[in-house]
């Protein structure tokens, strides 16, 4: 274990406008515990790509760096599928200079010269295969423009739109799109096992929400906002979230058995910026913690039986005039009769009828849809909360975005968005959001209709039919959607969610509404969509092979009788168990059980099998679980 210190005077980023030779040159060489360069693409997977250039090349070759000159790297290191093929793996690294660059400090490599860890400038950089840009970065940085161009031209050709907002068309600039996250994660004493049921009771009461930190975890975090201060993330708060137990004291006094959830949150920035944010924040916080001797998972669902991780996600729509003056495109002119503008309300539209569009960008692998369970403040259905009414502004943590607003400040209107996790590549995610705000906004447009207007069509009641909205759909809802409805009357409401990532994924392979939207202004393609899509599916069905089966094999391998004294629910309840180890687990002659099932499903590459078979095995291991603590209970 490390012992972490702050450095006060590192140099922590440099920013766009510091990009120029002469600076860089400048800034590097009155830093010399900066060693080595790193180019830090995105792949469609959401991987970061790490190398070590040493400094010196970087300098000889500053310029074409500068220019755009790009990198080779081998398309085998990322994951690009039916992109860089064996036949035709050749990617490149193209800097990017329009967003900030970090510096990554190694704590335990200490320059001997300066006394100082050694550092890694890493740049965030775009993937070319033949000239043609395909990574996540790219592909934001392609919907972030088309959306701010796009709407820039509406509203300059609708001066109406301008003038609901108090300015004229001639003083537009310019359109930004914003967002920021909530970062949630789980610590951990990683050589110490807190058990589940524990975990479950601090949760129910609701021990750990919001209290005070305590030991190494108020250390680390107190050090993680600190940091990401020197990094220029502007930190707002870090707080413990619903789950974690109190951590025990030992005889001198230091804290172990720790396992606890916590949130980081920082203020909000332009779309791409904002995705480079989490990717640099994830890093830090990390090796904070790791120093501290915990252990850090960004999984949405780390533990079974408690609350996962999620990655709240919060977007909207600035115009910058030319005075320099901000609006919030999604705020009505008056905050106290109107939820929404109209492009608010077009936004909001675009997104909730698009849902199956952007769900296969947030949720796409087992682990988040473990997550996505009901009981745990997760969404599970695709239903909007605005609020009781226009006085009120929303408070439901049941539904799947909520409109975020202020009476009294119309720059906090925005769109939460509850479903990402914090391995949501947020960069696909963003892009697909915005294509459909973008159709949302075309239909509130050309529609004629009033802010009243689009809000009765969004507010519309299950069966009434919409001009843009489907028939037999709830699109809003201010109740609790699982205290006041059965899962059955969700399904009904809301539509079935999908459960596995099969389901989500085929949407892009079968939706006649893909290229109309995703693809508009060449922000998604058909070759990005189909390898993104490949990738998912391939990883969904190796996880599931190499991962998920061998961890409940192992858990239903723990599993034994436990009672000596024959009796009726014993004998029974036991049975039950055995019988259901045996069905997922036991291949016979008559038949393969669930497991085996799965595996020859996965051989024949039967994708919907799969999926029905995975959903009948989680189903199963759920009930299984419970049954096992229930007879585990009851013996003495």
Excluded at 113 to 133: A, D, K, M, Q
Excluded at 420 to 435: D, E, F, I
Excluded at 509 to 521: R, T
Aim: proline share 4%.
């Amino acid at each position: 274990m490390t012992d972490f210190r702050l450095y006060p005077d590192l140099l922590c980023f440099i920013p766009p406008e510091k990009h120029s030779a002469q600076d860089i040159t400048s800034i590097l060489e009155t830093h010399p515990e900066i060693k080595f360069v790193s180019l830090v693409a995105i792949d469609l997977a959401g991987n970061d790509t790490d190398e070590k250039i040493p400094i010196s090349d970087f300098h000889d070759n500053l310029q074409n760096y500068l220019n755009g000159e790009a990198i080779q790297t081998d398309g085998s290191s990322v994951v690009l599928p039916g992109i860089a093929t064996l036949n035709d793996g050749k990617v490149d690294l193209v800097p990017d200079p329009n967003v900030v660059w970090y510096v990554d400090y190694n704590y335990e490599h200490i320059d001997m010269t300066t006394g100082l860890p050694v550092g890694t400038l890493r740049i965030p950089s775009f993937l070319t295969h033949n000239g043609e840009y395909v990574c996540s970065r790219s592909v934001l940085k392609r919907s972030a423009e088309y959306f701010e161009n796009t709407l820039t031209d509406i509203m300059k050709k609708n001066p109406e739109i301008c003038k609901s907002y108090g300015f004229a068309c001639e003083e537009l600039k310019q359109i930004n799109i914003i967002v920021a996250t909530e970062l949630e994660f789980w610590v951990n004493s990683p050589d110490e096992v807190v058990s589940t049921d524990k975990l479950t009771i601090s949760q129910e009461l609701k021990e750990s929400y919001w209290k005070r930190t305590k030991g190494v975890v108020r250390t680390a975090l107190e050090q993680v906002i600190l940091v990401l201060d020197q990094y220029g993330f502007n930190p707002e708060m870090g707080h413990k979230e619903v789950g974690g137990v109190k951590a025990a004291v030992s005889s001198s006094g230091d804290f172990h058995s720790i396992m606890e959830q916590l949130e980081v949150d920082w203020k909000y920035s332009d779309a791409l910026q904002g995705a480079d944010y989490e990717i640099t924040a994830r890093i830090l916080i990390k090796e904070i913690f790791r120093m501290h001797g915990l252990e850090v998972s960004f999984q949405a669902k780390p533990l079974f039986g408690v609350a996962g991780s999620g990655e709240h996600t919060h977007v909207n729509a600035v115009a910058l005039l030319n005075n320099g003056k901000k609006i919030n495109l999604f705020a009505p002119a008056k905050l106290e009769e109107d939820y929404l503008s109209i492009i608010g309300w077009g936004c909001l539209m675009g997104i909730m009828k698009n849902y199956d569009l952007i769900n296969p960008f947030v949720s796409a692998t087992s682990d988040a849809f473990a997550r996505l369970q009901p009981g745990f403040e997760a969404p599970t259905h695709p239903v909007a909360s605005i609020g009781r009414d226009v006085l009120t502004p929303s408070r439901n943590r049941s539904v799947l975005l909520g409109v975020v607003r202020s009476l009294t400040n119309k720059y906090c209107t925005r769109f939460e968005l509850r479903s990402p996790n914090p391995h949501t590549n947020t960069y696909l995610c963003l892009s697909a959001v915005y294509q459909c705000m973008l159709d949302g906004i075309h239909y509130a447009i050309n529609s004629g209709k009033t802010s009243k207007q689009l809000e009765a069509e969004f507010t519309k009641k299950y069966g009434e039919s919409g001009d843009y909205l489907e028939t037999n759909r709830l699109y809003r809802c201010e109740e609790d959607i699982f205290e006041s409805m059965t899962g059955e009357e969700r399904n009904k409401l809301f539509g079935i969610p999908p459960a596995t990532v099969y389901d989500s994924l085929k949407n892009l392979m079968i939706s006649d509404s893909v290229c109309d939207i995703l693809c508009a202004g060449d922000v998604f393609s058909d070759k990005i969509l189909a390898s993104y899509s490949n990738a998912m599916l391939n990883m969904w069905q190796m996880e599931l092979l190499e991962r998920i089966i061998p961890s409940n094999l192992s858990l239903l391998r723990s599993f034994s009788k436990k009672h000596t004294i024959s009796n009726t629910y014993d004998d029974e309840t036991w049975s039950t168990i055995e019988n259901m180890r045996l069905s997922l687990a036991k291949n016979t002659d008559e038949k393969f059980s669930i497991f085996g099932s799965i595996k020859l499903a996965i051989e024949s590459k039967n994708l919907g099998d799969i999926a029905k078979l995975q959903t009948r095995m989680n189903k199963n291991m759920i009930e299984l679980i419970g049954l096992y603590r229930d007879y585990n209970e009851n013996q003495i």
